[in-house]
């Protein structure tokens, strides 16, 4: 692309800037526009891992209550939401710095199989949710037996 001087010359114009403005401008945009509770994208921090037998999950929920924690499985999709609630400050107490995030959160995701539902199992400890989702019986790999043609 050209763009034209006012003497008649030619000179490039980078594409690339341009775009990188306009993504600047949007995401300023964006920014200003959110609404509902401020929780960090991808809250709370999340492992999953699977094997033969199952999944297992490892959610990072410092300071949530286990009465705050609801997990539901739905076919191949595990949801995880809760809700932080914010520290009680006493008579005369402010904050100096306030960076742990508080209010509701949910997670949903798609799980590598279907899990039995019934036989899920969540553990919290020391601020780690541990949920297993064993594996459906109908998912599970099957050695097949390969018979000679003689």
Not at 8 to 22: D, V
Not at 122 to 144: C, D, N, T, W
């Amino acid at each position: 692309m050209y763009r034209r001087r006012p003497f008649g010359y030619y000179h490039s114009i980078n594409p690339w800037r341009e775009i990188e403005q306009i993504q600047r401008e949007m995401n300023r945009m964006f920014r200003h526009m959110s609404t509902g509770p401020r929780v960090a994208p991808g809250y709370p921090a999340i492992n999953v891992w699977a094997n033969d037998e199952g999944v297992v999950v490892t959610a990072e929920l410092p300071g949530v209550k286990t009465e705050d924690i609801d997990i539901s499985v739905v076919g191949n999709t595990l949801t995880l939401s809760g809700e932080r609630r914010p520290d009680e400050l006493k008579d005369g107490e402010k904050y100096h710095r306030r960076e742990r995030r508080q209010g509701k959160f949910t997670r949903t995701f798609e799980l590598p199989f279907g899990v039995e539902a019934d036989k899920v199992e969540a553990m919290f400890e020391r601020g780690v949710l541990h949920i297993s989702l064993p594996r459906a019986e109908a998912e599970k790999p099957r050695k097949i037996a390969v018979k000679s043609a003689n």
